[in-house]
């Protein structure tokens, strides 16, 4: 599920069905992975990012932080399963 898009915000935020949350074709972090996103593998991590953001002048809605931190405990139960079952973490 997406929690911010283009168009209505400056960054495009979803949880990947790999296990991690992904902030697509990010332009502030000198390591993406090999499509330009920015991994998150918790909730308060992205939430920095998206401050980060803001930061630098970009536009992110406030409903997304609050989506974020709503769907937390859904969303941290899913990447540590996920990601302990790709042994990537
Ligand atoms: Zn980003």
Do not use: P
């Not at 915000?9 to 390591?31: F, H, K, P, Q, R």
């Not at 970009?58 to 139960?77: C, G, P, Q």
């Amino acid at each position: 599920m997406s929690y911010s898009r283009f168009g209505e915000a400056d960054v495009y935020v979803y949880l990947d069905v790999s296990g991690y949350l992904t902030c697509c074709a990010c332009n502030i972090v000198e390591t993406q992975d090999a499509w330009g996103n920015y991994r998150a593998y918790d909730t308060e991590d992205m939430v920095n990012h998206l401050k980060d953001h803001r930061k630098n002048g970009d536009r992110v809605l406030t409903d997304t932080i609050e989506r974020l931190w709503a769907d937390h405990e859904e969303n941290m139960e899913f990447i540590l399963k996920t990601t302990f079952r790709h042994g990537e973490k």
